[in-house]
């Protein structure tokens, strides 16, 4: 089936009415975007900024007439010129489509993150099944990438781990079939918790030593050997009493998420419980480790 969408770009000020009018006039969902190539830095948490120039599309089946619907926007904002053009969107198989730019992919020599159509890269490595869904978290990102690589470096075989802010469920998968013995893979969204479960299925995890919940379902006084929290830094630098906590002395702590001018904020944070190895850079991210 194919669909038309109708963009408006406007002030960032408008965004929220023009949502709500344009759902009113039977648009079937609505996308925001970036309108003039601004940067959006990292957010405080709880907050959602947009840009000052915003892009909103419209979705509409083939039988909308969106002449009309635009001309009664321009009704509901006289004296404004709007900034307004439509489009038809052809069918195609967009899983697909997404699909032939993710490629399986090696991390150290024995992991590999397999999507599907693709043969087996290495049969006696551990392949992780998994393909791009909501959660985020597919291994094609640096932050993700470079935690791979250190579980793949690094002996897992047998140890306890948390996987905290845990998208897609990739490393707390990718630990387990390197062999840690019990994985807690942590998130507050329902969405990622969901897909953590079904991409573990898909990779014929055993359930009994993979745990997914909310922090306050950790085990009281549960320490692990390894720590792995691939988030974002104002998060990271407010959870770093709780994840040091949880960590077992001498254990590991692999900290992602944090773009190289965010680093020493993040570094501080953690160095009353941390002593930290030399930083994993991958182009403006960084990725640290440290030993409780």
């Known amino acids: ?6 963009h408006f770009i ?24 970036d309108a003039e190539d601004e940067p959006l830095f990292e957010p405080a948490l709880g907050a959602t900024p947009l840009w ?5 599309t419209a979705l509409y089946g083939l039988s909308a ?23 038809v969107l052809e069918e195609q198989d967009w899983e697909r489509a997404w699909l032939q730019y993710f490629k399986p992919l090696q ?29 985020f978290g597919t291994g094609t990102h640096p932050t993700t990438a470079m935690c791979l690589r250190w579980l793949a470096t690094h002996d897992v075989a047998g140890k306890t781990v948390i996987d905290y ?5 990739i490393l707390a998968i990718a630990a387990l079939l390197l062999g840690a013995a019990d994985v807690w893979a942590i998130d507050y969204d329902p969405q990622a918790l969901t897909a953590t479960q079904n991409n573990a299925e898909r990779n014929n995890i055993d359930f009994t030593k993979l745990h997914c919940g909310h922090n306050d379902d950790l085990p009281e006084d549960f320490k692990a050997d390894i720590v792995v929290a691939n988030i974002l830094a104002n998060p990271l630098i407010s959870l770093a009493p709780l994840l040091a906590q949880t960590i077992k002395p001498l254990g590991h702590i692999v900290l992602s998420g944090i773009l190289a001018p965010q680093a020493e904020d993040v570094r501080s944070a953690y160095q009353p419980y941390v002593n930290f190895q030399p ?7 960084i990725c640290m480790h440290g030993l409780k």
């Open 1 to 6: 089936m194919s669909w038309q969408q109708l």
């Open 10 to 33: 406007i002030p960032a000020e408008q965004v929220e009415i023009f949502e709500e009018e344009l759902l009113a006039k039977n648009a079937l969902c609505i996308t925001l975007e």
């Open 52 to 56: 000052n120039k915003t892009k909103v």
């Open 65 to 87: 007439d969106l002449r009309r619907v635009a001309s009664e926007m321009q009704d509901l904002h006289p004296g404004q010129t709007l900034n307004v053009r439509s489009e």
């Open 107 to 135: 991390f150290g020599e024995k992991l590999w993150v397999v999507p599907s159509g693709y043969d087996i890269p290495d049969p006696d490595a551990c392949n992780l099944f998994l393909d791009p869904g909501l959660a």
């Open 165 to 169: 802010g845990c998208g897609s469920g």
């Open 279 to 285: 930083d994993t850079v991958t182009e403006d991210w």
